[in-house]
């Protein structure tokens, strides 16, 4: 596996492309990945330092060799907290909410928070009563057309954003037929966080 498929594997893992992770990151250009890309550079230690400081999950060993998984082993993995309280009472500091378990999933395991999805509106990709996995974005670093969890002031939703202007987001339901689109001032944002997966509860 060369350096670009692993590079490549860890953006794929984080649902994101080379520009949007490269903004995660923190490089100011997506330049140095397409060098990777074509093969002009490994991945530096450097850069893998960076990309394992910003998601613990992934193995840098891994990342810098290809030896062993990308992520790291189960007994390294952190645990999720999970949150079973109406969108609408979610505050932007976690550390005011009540965690009502605490979960251990690796695949999942760069997920901030997980939440119960509560309602249809984006059934049937996210059903009601369903655990949403979450990971917090910047807001230039979304990539339209997937689903997120936003925080705002006016209002707390999982919707598909798609763009409008500079200014706005239009917010779309997959249940199109129940849901009417939203659009959103982008200034009221408060927290964007990624959907990174969703598990489907088995009883309640």
């Keep these: 596996m060369s350096n670009w498929d692993r590079l490549d594997q860890v953006i794929q893992h984080l649902g994101m492309n ?22 002009n550079y490994d991945i530096s230690k450097n850069l893998a330092g960076i990309i394992v400081n910003r998601y613990p999950e992934v193995n840098e060993a891994w990342l810098l060799t290809g030896e062993g998984d990308m992520l790291k082993a189960r ?29 251990e999933i690796p695949i999942l395991s760069g997920s901030d928070f997980a939440f119960v999805n509560q309602g249809d509106s ?19 670093a979304i990539v339209f057309g997937d689903i997120y969890l936003i925080i705002s002031e006016k209002m707390n939703i999982v919707r598909f954003i798609r763009g409008l202007d500079d200014k706005s987001w239009r917010l779309v339901a997959k249940n199109a ?11 009221l944002v408060r927290a964007v966080y990624k959907v990174k997966g969703v598990l489907s509860m088995i009883s309640m």
């Excluded at 250009?29 to 093969?39: M, N």
């Excluded at 996210?126 to 990971?135: D, Q, R, T």
């Design 18 to 39: 080379v520009n949007s992770f490269s903004r995660e990151i923190g490089l100011s250009r997506a330049e140095r990945l397409y060098q990777i890309k074509k093969g």
């Design 75 to 103: 007994e390294n993995a952190t645990r999720i907290p999970l949150y079973n309280t109406s969108l609408d009472e979610f505050k932007t500091d976690l550390s005011q909410m009540q965690i009502v378990d605490e979960l």
């Design 122 to 140: 984006m059934s049937p990709e996210i059903e009601h009563g369903s655990m949403v996995f979450v990971k917090q974005v910047d807001k230039d």
């Design 177 to 187: 037929n129940d849901f009417d689109d939203l659009v959103l001032d982008i200034s």
